[in-house]
Every structure is written in C-alpha cells, then in structure tokens.
Antibody, heavy 118, light 107 residues
Framework: QVQLQESGPGLVKPSETLSLTCTVS????????WTWVRQPPGKGLEWIGY???????NYNPSLKSRLTISVDTSKNQFSLRLSSVTAADTAVYYC????????????WGQGILVTVSS | DIQMTQSPSSLSASVGDRVTITCRAS??????LNWYQQKPGKAPNLLIY???SLQSGVPSRFSGSGSGTDFTLTISSLQPEDFATYYC?????????FGQGTKLEIK
C-alpha cells in the first residue's frame, strides 16, 4: 500500500520561502507523476503542480513565478518550494500520487498546515 | 482555465436517501472528471475516476455519470459515514481544477 507523508515547517514568515517534502513509502516514486494540492482553512482545493519522476514539471500558472517542485528518486521523495509567501498562502498542503493512469489522484498524504505569519 | 461549478453547495439529507450532486465544466472535458470525498481534518479520497468508474474499495452505492460539460455523482442510499464534502475535479487540461465542493449534512 502506497503511503505519502508531508513534512516541513508549520510556520513561515511573510516574504520567506515555504519548503515541504513528501516521502513516499510502500512503492517506488519511479514511473509516476506526483502532485501538490493545497486547501486554505475552510475553503476548497487548489492544484499547485506536478512532477514526473524524471524531473519534468507542470505548474499552476497562478503560482508558477514563485514555485519549484523537485524530485529525489534516491530518497523516494519530492519537494515543493514556494517563494515570497503571504498570508494568502496559508493552507493545508497535500501531496498526492498522480495524475495516475486514469488521470486521477489516487493516493494522498494526510496534509500539513502551513501558516504564514510574522 | 476550466472552471468547475458544483450544485448544490450544501445539501441536507437523511440516512437511506438517494442523493445527486451535479458538476458542470466551463468547456467540454470529455470524461476527464473525478470525484473525491473529504471528511473534516482528512485528505480527499478518490471515489470515481473517468466520470463513471468506481475506484477499488469504494462502495457500490456511489456512481458517476456524464460527459462533455455535465456530470453527476449519485449516492443510492445514504449511510452515516457518507456525510462529508464532495469535490469534482477535471484533469482535461492544465491547470487542473476542482469544484467548490458540496457539503452533505445530516437532516
């Protein structure tokens, strides 16, 4: 059973960079796409971007100028970096597997709340 | 960008009821439409992929239909564990997008 676990700071100061890592267990990171999704408190879901295990990426244009997603296949991890954060970036950040073979997100991490505040 | 609009935004129903949630895309997305269930404090859980295919392990009371711009999620007989928020999501084009959610509450 594939499992994903997000890790990183729960508090980031405005204008700084938010950095999160997703560790994949129970399966290889190879041959799949891996995605980040976020959810502001009490609101809906926003797709952030994905990375293929080879390193190719696709980002949400609304975040592209501030966003970097990377992968480390040797550690079975992928990561998100979002620069110049503001309070609007406060959200639960989820990592997920996909888009999978059916163009869905079939496995998700439990999520991590990141608050942007001084 | 493709906008996904769900209706209703909230819904009150009783155990045993049949419930239908609608999702409309701002342009045709063929059948690149997925449905997720989210309970408070938990990650979304995939229910339906490709508009009408049931994800492994999901009870058969859940079903999906539609293509093009109009889609529905139906729960044939509500169970207590089904009270949650439901999201549709399109994977036809980047940026992938979700509906605003439908909160299903106990009447």
């Amino acid at each position: 059973q594939v499992q994903l676990q997000e890790s990183g700071p729960g508090l980031v100061k405005p204008s700084e960079t938010l950095s999160l890592t997703c560790t994949v267990s129970g399966g290889s990171i190879s041959s799949y796409y891996w995605t980040w999704v976020r959810q502001p408190p009490g609101k809906g879901l926003e797709w952030i971007g994905y990375i293929y295990y080879t390193g190719s990426t696709n980002y949400n244009p609304s975040l592209k100028s501030r966003l970097t997603i990377s992968v480390d296949t040797s550690k079975n991890q992928f990561s998100l970096r979002l620069s110049s954060v503001t309070a609007a970036d406060t959200a639960v950040y989820y990592c997920a597997r996909g888009p999978a073979s059916n163009w869905d997100f079939d496995y998700w991490g439990q999520g991590i709340l990141v608050t942007v505040s001084s | 960008d493709i906008q996904m609009t769900q209706s209703p935004s909230s819904l009150s129903a009783s155990v045993g009821d049949r419930v239908t949630i609608t999702c409309r895309a701002s342009q045709s997305i063929n059948t690149y439409l997925n449905w997720y269930q989210q309970k408070p404090g938990k990650a979304p859980n995939l229910l339906i992929y490709a508009a009408s295919s049931l994800q492994s392990g999901v009870p058969s009371r859940f079903s999906g239909s539609g293509s093009g711009t109009d889609f529905t999620l139906t729960i044939s007989s509500l169970q207590p564990e089904d009270f949650a928020t439901y999201y549709c999501q399109q994977s036809y084009s980047i940026p992938y997008s979700f509906g605003q959610g439908t909160k299903l509450e106990i009447k």
